[in-house]
């Protein structure tokens, strides 16, 4: 590169940096709360662990992280097979019903929580009231709101994130390897397996890594068509920040924060792999 | 290849049942539901009426459409005010290792836990805490100030939210873009901000339409943030439709919200893709002109 740092304007810098400031800044300020022995955040009274001690004795919480966890590896396992299987599709399909099967995995990337919350909701609310009544007398069970719900309504929204990280990964991939395989007699089925799934398999990770991360971080969706008594962390979180004293919050806050940070770092490393490899 | 296409058939067809059954047919029921009378029991009730539309009229709701209105636009145009600059300068930074830290650092809130975030934004504008107190020192407001729960607090915390997912479209374009175009501009005796204007930004122009999708959408649905940073004057769409689920049970108003609220996603989702359809169009043809 030649030098030409000196008829640069610094604006850039200065707005990237205050940025990073007003990122970090209160996330800063909660980490820092987190130690504070007092239990308002106002006046630094000395070092503690209590809050932290506290978090691990809770009943609640340890309730509401295994309910989350349940919900996430369910459906990080449903959205990743579901959402690689429609990256395979759109990436080969050619025809002209491609456009309607693009716009139903990726607009469910952009329409707001809440629109998604409440149509899943009316969705169950409406089948139960219609079928609610034959299906508990053929099965024996009861159609309500619950796990099963948040389940569906989590592969729903995790499935286009693993489509769209899948797809973006087969793009880069170079096809005449494929046809490669094929002119040297390789199966369908054989080419899939020692061709095409080792190129995507960092992809399928990675949006693997990323639905995990979207089904534990949901709070919207989930309010909307979860049963009465089901928790998860974001409900309790949303529900101990109304009432209560969140003073513990403060370090469930800093444990996220460092279990987000090493996510996002494996996921990157994982996605910036191909530059190495491929390049 | 008639095979090809069959195997591609079953390979789509899983997902597209899925996505039509939870996710397009969802859709439309909300639409009907639109239609519905409520019943006694917090259901819906039998029938067909146009009373849920009218209750639509309700004069408290045209403040609070506006609100949603403007407080998108203008967290979606400062996003990309400082998205802009972040990626230009992210694209110029000739360190690998440098660059890639600063995007990762800009990633890890964008995936911290969303109430996480929230929570610490009620912690760091708090009455007592110790950024009130810095203002108050310094003189910039008076104690009785309070920084939580009022509209601007609102816009904020949105715009915290949302400036990751403007930096990253447009960095992906940005990371792409040929500066040498802006060093030919300014030998040939354009200022920098000129080059900057007229290279750059119409260079990077996909990223930024990309950004606008996909602040404003979301942005127009904002619940949680006016909810729990807001106060009563500071309420969205999104704060309706969830008080009429969860607080009157009135599940045809909420979908009569919803569908309004659809209009606002779906219609820019709709401009903005044939805008650049046509736009690639025009490409084509003026390059099958030369």
Redesign the interface.
């Given at each position: 590169?030649?030098k030409?740092c000196n008829?640069?304007?610094r604006?850039?810098?200065a707005?990237?940096l205050l940025?990073?400031l007003?990122?970090?800044?209160?996330?800063v300020?909660?980490a820092i709360?987190s130690f504070n022995a007092s239990k308002?955040?106002?006046?630094w009274t000395g070092f503690s662990l209590k809050w932290y001690k506290a978090l691990f004795k809770s009943r609640e919480i340890w309730n509401a992280l295994t309910n989350t966890l349940f919900i996430a590896f369910i459906s990080t396992f449903f959205s990743t097979l579901?959402?690689t299987?429609?990256a395979?599709?759109?990436y080969?399909?050619k025809?002209r019903f491609k456009a309607i099967?693009h716009a139903?995995?990726y607009?469910?990337?952009?329409?707001?929580?809440?629109?998604?919350g409440?149509?899943?909701?009316?969705?169950f609310?409406?089948t139960f009231?219609a079928c609610g009544t034959w299906f508990q007398s053929v099965f024996g069970i009861e159609l309500e709101l619950g796990m099963t719900t948040i389940i569906?309504?989590h592969?729903?929204f995790c499935?286009s994130y693993v489509?769209m990280v899948v797809l973006g990964r087969l793009q880069e991939f170079d096809h005449s390897l494929v046809e490669a395989a094929y002119d040297l007699g390789a199966s369908?089925l054989y080419t899939f397996f020692h061709v095409t799934l080792p190129v995507i398999l960092p992809g399928v990770i990675a949006g693997a890594l990323f639905a995990f991360?979207l089904s534990?971080?949901d709070?919207?969706i989930t309010f909307?068509v979860k049963g009465a008594g089901d928790t998860t962390?974001?409900i309790y979180?949303?529900s101990t920040?109304r009432h209560g004293s969140?003073a513990i919050?403060?370090a469930?806050?800093v444990i996220?924060?460092i279990l987000?940070?090493i996510?996002?770092?494996t996921t990157?490393k994982l996605l910036?792999n191909k530059t190495e490899t491929h390049k | 290849m008639k095979k090809s296409s069959f195997t591609n058939f079953f390979l789509g067809l899983p997902s597209f049942v899925w996505l039509v059954v939870f996710y397009a047919f969802p859709i439309l029921i909300v639409l009907l539901l639109a239609f519905r009378p409520p019943d006694s029991n917090g259901g819906i009730g039998t029938g067909w009426t146009l009373q849920t539309l009218r209750e639509l009229r309700n004069p408290s709701y045209p403040a609070i459409i506006w609100r949603t209105f403007w407080q998108g636009l203008v967290s979606t145009a400062v996003c990309i005010a400082v998205a802009v600059p972040i990626s230009y300068q992210l694209s110029r930074t000739s360190s690998q290792k440098l660059r890639n830290t600063i995007l990762l650092l800009i990633i890890v809130p964008f995936w911290t836990n969303f109430l996480i975030r929230i929570y610490a934004w009620r912690i760091f504008l708090h009455p007592e805490g110790a950024f009130k107190h810095l203002l108050v020192l310094i003189g910039v407001i008076p104690e009785s100030t309070g920084l939580l729960y009022n509209q601007w607090a609102v816009l904020t915390v949105m715009i915290y939210t949302y400036i990751p997912f403007a930096v990253l479209p447009i960095y992906a374009i940005s990371e792409k873009f040929d500066f040498s175009l802006m060093e030919a501009a300014k030998d040939l005796g354009a200022s920098s901000f000129y080059a900057f204007r007229k290279i750059y930004l119409p260079g990077i122009s996909k990223g930024i339409w990309t950004a606008v999708m996909v602040v404003l959408i979301p942005a127009f649905g904002a619940y949680l943030i006016p909810d729990l940073v807001g106060g009563s004057t500071s309420e969205l769409i999104g704060d309706k439709i969830a008080q009429r689920v969860f607080v009157d049970r009135n599940l045809p108003h909420a979908s009569a919200l919803s569908a309004l609220l659809m209009l606002g996603v779906f219609v820019p989702l709709i401009l903005v893709s044939c805008l650049r359809k046509f736009q690639l169009k025009n490409q084509k043809k003026a390059e099958f002109m030369k």
């Open positions: 590169m030649k030409r008829r640069h304007s604006l850039p810098v707005i990237t940025t990073l007003f990122l970090y800044l209160p996330l300020m909660v709360a308002y955040g106002g006046v579901l959402g299987l429609s395979l599709a759109l080969r399909s025809n099967y139903l995995i607009t469910p990337l952009v329409v707001p929580d809440i629109l998604m409440i149509s899943m909701l009316l969705l609310v409406t009231s569906i309504a592969i729903t499935m489509a369908g991360t534990i971080d709070f919207v909307f962390l974001p979180i949303q920040m969140p919050l403060n469930l806050s996220f924060l987000t940070f996510l996002v770092f990157q910036s | -």
